[in-house]
């Protein structure tokens, strides 16, 4: 680990304030379950640490009639825990409680989970977010590649391979949650679907933020009743690893008819990856194992597998049907019990 | 808690528990020294190389450091072990990334990691070899004249002529990834050393006396200016069988020339990425049968990636050799096996040592070959086994009265196999997710192989205090199998005494003799016998000086702790000290060619038949272990709680090399240095794991035991493949089985 | 680095108030071994994964390798070196000596406060709770059945 200076503001503005112009020189501490195993293997190496550990502001989780209004420095426990969390955003509640293990689940955040870094063994191991030789060549097309995506990709040439890792964002995206972000100059909301981006140049990073900005807290409507949600996570073993593709869905439903859908890939691509065809395909559908299945294709309609990781398309496309029969019975669940 | 003897048989608390428990066990990472300093490694960045220039970041102040490089070694550079081939420092070539060039020494550890960053070796690049084909194909020459450390032949019959006899011929082709032993606490050594006073290194190891051996040639001291002590050890699995040698080199010339303490701790990712791993392997199989599925031939090709210098790899290969056959009797035997160069860190001992490699081929290929007979996997097992007065492969004759068929039926009873297996084989059709269940029998020989405990010549003392305690000297170490514990069994029970009274030295080369290295399952059966004839000779001396009764009391009862106590004083006070040594001699009748590789490989097996479960989502390529039964017979069972462990945890172990642990190589490097990357099952992730022992009693073992450290490695991967295919119909060859390998093998199925 | 860049931590550690200048950098597993000289917190990976480094935090069990050590300052903080009282064990470490869930005894003190806080939070838990609650300590040598079997023992003995 590199020397760094550590700051530790009490605001939101303050910690902005210390945050410098450039990707790099300074570093966002809040959970420290990702950057400190950066900072350790040198590919992170701030000048200053902010932690925002003492910014009262961005803790606690506050419903109200307009919605949830989650601080980003909520950890995953207390979101699994959260009793609305629990009842109106259930795949919010199975994602947070899907994260690997006890001890991270206790440090971990919510704002940490939208903005940790890629587990892309090449990105760990020193040769950047986008992977490449001393050459230029990228390393993911020619290399081991089982990890890494089959959407967002440039497909050989040189770009983006790495997967994003964020447990939460395709449940909240299926809320249409939005982000806070403060910066130097104040407060901006932003569609989180619209959050994450991939980098074109290495030194960008996997979202829009400026380098100066913090995620202060997340904002969920008000769930809508007899929304049926569900996340499905394809994992090759139980706890402790990443998994190798999820599928969060919600549909709201009229009747036992899909009014409309929201389908989010996680792990296949450089971004949360919305299934669009999916989500048109199954207006005014009601959900069975064909219509789930059919669902399940139209999602990975144009996925590019790489060379080692075709198995993923079959996950994605399983894990996107599965989410969708079990929100269907939540659904069914739903109606015995009221 | 006062265990009433006898002690063998009986779970009595962990010598070393409570301070485990409560967190007082001192590791090496938790001894501090006065004035000490940390180390650290710089390492080679390409696979192959010569060196050209060593650059040091002007940035730095180096002034402050200790820096070592090749030219500053009192000795022979190499870090001796089986040849003196692989360096202590690369001087002019680098023959695998991570190969240690210089060593720095700082009392400030951050500062330390940022001077290894500022270190730049220029290399100028050779050409490398990265797999066994390419080694064997002699793509490079990168070792010796052929790249091959080294070969066996083992012939019995004549496999030539009795392929015509052969009605069925059945051909197989198996691999084995390399897997990272994963102990928990990573290597590391902290060393005292200078001219005066010699070199002295505490840390975490399986062999005091393997770190000895190869620092007295380093240093070219004599042997009694070398001194390595055992610290607690966090596991080794074979991990700290011969690395340690390396890393207390490092230390040693750390502090050598610093003057100095320094303590080298590596990092998991240095330790996962440099240190050994288990051997990669490709086996090839011919095998002849009648059409009633008699073993008529066999022919095995076996094959280990041995990295870039010699290590453990003709050891690692013998053992893989000699198991390569399998518990079964076969007339026309020919086992070619070869260990080759490639431009990787050597691989080296894990747990099973070669055995869990070839067993994994044998074990897949003969569902395959039973298949071929139209026989179910058992019936061509039952066919084959081989009984009390058979003969192995190496023609070593069963003097055991081993009953492979009833362990068998055993592991069956438990698993409830044949219901399992009809109803799975009806369910499956219309399943998604679906359900198999395989076994694998085996054999482990303990103890080294052939004359190896021979030439080892192992010895033990024991000694007795006037105050009537009881030492045991060995240089045997606990590393959490539970020696210790064991030992003391054994030598209460020997002397009728207390465990209480009992004392096991630490493993101090200074303070101990050599009882060989805590490995190849050899402490309990070898070492432990040793114990108990010293133990015995001790309670001779003391009963011939007067000692009360026959066995050490009146009327046949043990003597209590008072009269022992009593009559240790007495001896003292007459004669002095009061000790025993006794070294290992041969069970009568063992006989071995080294030539032929033919005769008593081993003194005892071990035999055991493993069941597997298993859930196959045939979907989204999820692999379950539902549930492992392991029956083994091990002689008489020392300890039912540590020997239950032992098991449990090789199965566990077996789990993750069968479907989770994965190395990445990208050219000779290991990528997926970290936890994070590297997965072995968790909590969550093992089933139910029921052991069971039969016991039947080995003559030449302490009270009965045989060894069994290693055995649970060989049976769980086999076990869980031919699972795998009886749920999928899918034939998959190599292992792990990650979720893109059984996606390719059920495409396979499909087409 | 000079000692002026050090900082102060003032927390309480198994019931002791301590007060320490530690880098900026430090971890709290670095303030726990080095400073306080409590070594039975372990680091078995440096980067949360194994466990082997955890301790209780405000109640919640962590791995101090990713806490740094200015997070801990105002807490309160439980090492292996806190659960005895004295020498009377604690019912978990009782049952992980006499059920064999200790080996060679480096991820024991991490899975020794990982047990201890699961029977905090659920007295009497299912098989799954154990699994899931162990979930966060890797054990490589006994294929965790022993450990299990020493919780649910410590379960029973403290009922």
Redo the contacts between chains.
């Keep these: 680990m590199n020397v760094f200076e550590y700051a530790n503001p009490t605001t939101t503005k303050e910690a902005a304030g210390l945050l410098a112009a450039q990707w790099g020189e300074a570093e966002i501490l809040a959970g420290g379950t990702d950057l400190l195993s950066l900072m350790k293997n040198y590919v992170a190496t701030p000048k200053r640490v902010v932690s925002l550990r003492g910014i009262k502001e961005l803790s606690g989780i506050t419903s109200s009639a307009s919605g949830l209004r989650i601080g980003a420095m909520v950890t995953l426990q207390e979101l699994h825990d959260h009793k609305a969390v629990h009842d109106d955003y259930h795949s919010l509640a199975h994602a947070a409680g899907s994260v690997p293990s006890p001890q991270i689940r206790n440090l971990g955040t919510v704002g940490g989970d939208l903005c940790q870094r890629p587990r892309c063994w090449y990105f760990r191991n020193g040769f950047g977010l986008l992977a490449k030789d001393e050459k230029g060549q990228p390393l993911v097309p020619a290399g081991d590649n089982r990890y890494h995506a089959i959407f967002g990709h440039p497909g050989g040439s040189p770009g983006a391979y790495y997967v994003h890792p964020s447990s939460l964002a395709p449940a909240l995206i299926t809320f249409g949650a939005r982000v806070k972000v403060a910066g130097p100059k104040g407060e901006r909301e932003i569609p989180l679907a619209s959050f994450f981006a991939t980098p074109k140049r290495e030194g960008e990073r996997e979202n829009v933020l400026m380098p100066n900005e913090i995620v202060t807290e997340i904002i969920l409507a008000a769930a809508s009743k007899g929304m049926l949600t569900a996340t499905y996570e394809v994992r090759q073993k139980e706890a402790l690893d990443w998994p190798l593709a999820t599928a969060s869905v919600a549909l709201r439903m009229s009747g036992d008819k899909v009014k409309s859908a929201r389908i989010v890939l996680g792990h296949v691509a450089p971004v949360p990856w919305p299934a669009h065809e999916a989500e048109k395909l199954l207006a005014g559908q009601t959900i069975t194992e064909d219509s789930a299945a059919k669902a399940g294709e139209a999602a990975v309609r144009g996925a590019k597998a790489l060379s080692g990781n075709k198995y993923k398309v079959q996950l994605a496309r399983v894990a996107v049907k599965r989410a969708l029969l079990e929100a269907a019975a939540h659904g069914k669940e739903g109606m015995q019990h009221g | 808690m006062h265990p009433e003897p006898p002690l063998i048989g009986q779970a009595v608390p962990r010598k070393e528990g409570r301070d485990k428990v409560t967190g007082r066990a001192r590791y090496v990472d938790d001894l501090v020294f006065p004035g000490m300093m940390y180390g650290a490694t710089v390492r080679s960045p390409v696979a192959r190389g010569r060196i050209r220039a060593i650059h040091f970041d002007e940035n730095i102040p180096w002034q402050e450091f200790t820096v070592v490089t090749a030219q500053d070694i009192p000795g022979e550079n190499c870090v001796a072990l089986i040849l003196h081939d692989q360096p202590c420092l690369a001087a002019e070539i680098v023959n695998h990334p991570e190969e240690p060039v210089v060593l720095l020494g700082h009392p400030d550890k951050h500062l330390l990691e940022e001077a290894r960053r500022a270190v730049r070796l220029e290399t100028e690049p050779l050409p490398a070899v990265f797999t066994i084909e390419d080694s064997l194909a002699k793509k490079e020459i990168i070792w010796g004249e052929d790249n091959v450390f080294k070969s066996f032949l083992v012939e019995k019959g004549d496999v030539d002529s009795a392929w015509a006899r052969a009605e069925i011929v059945v051909e197989g082709e198996y691999e084995t990834g390399a897997q990272e032993q994963l102990y928990i606490e990573p290597n590391g050594m902290i060393a005292v050393a200078n001219p005066d006073e010699g070199v002295t290194v505490w840390g975490s190891m399986q062999c005091p006396y393997y770190v000895h051996k190869a620092l007295v040639p380093l240093f070219g001291l004599s042997k009694d200016k070398v001194r390595v002590i055992q610290a607690e050890t966090g596991g080794g699995f074979g991990g700290k069988e011969e690395y340690p040698s390396m890393i207390a080199a490092h230390a040693a010339l750390l502090a050598w020339k610093a003057g100095r303490p320094v303590k080298l701790i590596y990092d998991r990712a240095e330790d996962m990425a440099a240190t050994t791993k288990r051997h990669p392997s490709r086996t090839r199989h011919r095998t002849g049968v009648t059409r009633d599925g008699k073993l008529v031939a066999l022919e095995i090709d076996f094959v280990i990636d041995g990295g870039a210098y010699c290590t453990l790899s003709p050891v690692v290969l013998s053992r893989g050799t000699i198991h390569a056959a399998g518990p079964y009797e076969c007339p026309n035997v020919r086992i070619r096996s070869r260990a080759v160069a490639t431009n990787a860190p050597p691989h080296g001992a894990f747990r099973g040592f070669g055995a869990p490699q070839s067993v994994f081929a044998l074990e897949r290929h003969f569902d395959q070959v039973a298949k071929a007979c139209g026989l179910a996997p058992d019936e061509f097992r039952r066919r084959n086994f081989v009984h009390a007065g058979g003969t192995l492969a190496v023609s070593q004759v069963i003097h055991e009265n081993v009953d492979l068929p009833q362990l068998m039926e055993r592991a069956f009873a438990e698993s409830d196999y044949h219901a399992k297996r009809a109803r799975f084989a009806r369910e499956n059709r219309d399943a998604r997710v679906k359900k198999g269940i395989g076994f694998a029998a085996f054999l482990h020989g303990a103890g080294f192989t052939g004359s190896g405990e021979e030439y080892l010549a192992s010895v033990v003392a024991v000694e007795a205090t006037a105050e009537g305690r009881v030492r045991v000297l060995a240089a045997s170490t606990e590393i959490g199998q539970g020696a210790n514990t064991v030992f003391t069994q054994i030598a209460a029970d020997t002397l009728g005494l207390d465990p209480e009274l009992i004392d096991i030295a630490p493993p101090d080369t200074a303070a101990v003799p050599n009882s060989g290295p805590t490995v190849a399952s050899r402490t309990t059966m070898i070492v432990g016998k040793l114990v108990e004839s010293a133990a015995l000779g001790l309670k001779q001396t003391l009963v011939s000086s007067g000692l009360p009764g026959e066995r050490g009391g009146p009327e046949g009862r043990p003597c209590t702790s008072e009269e022992f106590q009593r009559a240790c004083a007495e001896y003292i006070r007459k004669h002095g000290a009061l000790r025993a040594t006794c070294q290992y001699a041969p069970p009568p009748g063992i006989k071995w060619d080294d030539e032929k590789y033919q005769g008593d490989a081993y003194g005892a097996y071990a035999w055991a038949v493993y069941v597997a479960e298993v859930s196959v989502d045939t979907v989204t390529y999820e692999i379950r272990v539902d549930d492992f039964v392991a029956v083994q017979e091990v002689g008489k069972v020392i300890h039912p709680v540590l020997a239950t462990g032992q098991i449990e945890g090789g199965v566990a172990q077996g789990i993750g090399y069968a479907l989770y642990e994965n190395v990445v190589w990208r050219e000779g490097r290991m990528v997926n240095a970290q936890m994070t990357n590297y997965i072995m099952p968790t909590s969550a992730d093992v089933p139910p794991i029921r052991v069971f022992f039969e016991e039947n009693p080995y003559p030449f073992g302490p009270g009965g035991a045989k060894g069994i450290g290693e055995l649970p490695m060989d049976g769980p991967a086999p076990a869980i493949v031919n699972a795998i295919e009886q749920a999928t119909g899918a034939s998959i060859t190599r292992i792990p089985v990650t979720p893109e390998v059984l996606m390719e093998a059920l495409e396979g199925v499909h087409a | 680095?000079p000692d002026a860049a050090k900082?102060r931590i003032a927390f309480r550690v198994n019931g002791s108030e301590h007060i320490v200048h530690a880098?900026?950098?430090a971890?709290l597993l670095d303030v726990l071994?080095e400073e306080l000289r409590?070594?039975?917190?372990?680091?078995?990976?440096?980067?949360?994964?194994?466990?082997?480094c955890?301790v209780l935090l405000d109640g919640?069990?962590?791995?101090s390798?990713?806490?740094?050590a200015?997070?801990a300052d105002g807490a309160s903080i439980i090492?292996?070196?806190g659960?005895?009282q004295g020498e009377q064990?604690h019912a978990v470490?009782?049952a992980?000596?006499?059920?064999?869930?200790?080996?060679?005894?480096?991820?024991?003190?991490g899975m020794?406060l990982?047990a201890v806080?699961l029977l905090e939070k659920c007295p009497n838990p299912t098989e799954a709770d154990?699994?899931?609650?162990?979930?966060?300590?890797?054990?490589?040598?006994?294929?965790?059945?022993?450990?299990?079997e020493s919780v649910v023992a410590a379960c029973k003995q403290q009922r």
Excluded: D, S
């Excluded at chain 3, 070594?39 to 082997?52: H, L, M, R, V």
């Excluded at chain 3, 919640?60 to 791995?63: I, M, T």
């Design positions: 680095m900082v880098w900026p950098m971890r071994r409590l070594t039975g917190t372990k680091e078995g990976c440096g980067e949360g994964e194994c466990g082997a955890a919640a069990l962590v791995n390798c990713l806490v740094p200015l997070h090492t292996i070196e659960v005895a064990l470490q009782q992980f000596l006499e059920h064999g869930g200790a080996q060679c005894g480096i991820c024991t003190p020794v990982a806080n154990i699994r899931n609650g162990l979930a966060g300590n890797l054990c490589r040598c006994t294929g965790y059945m022993k450990i299990f």
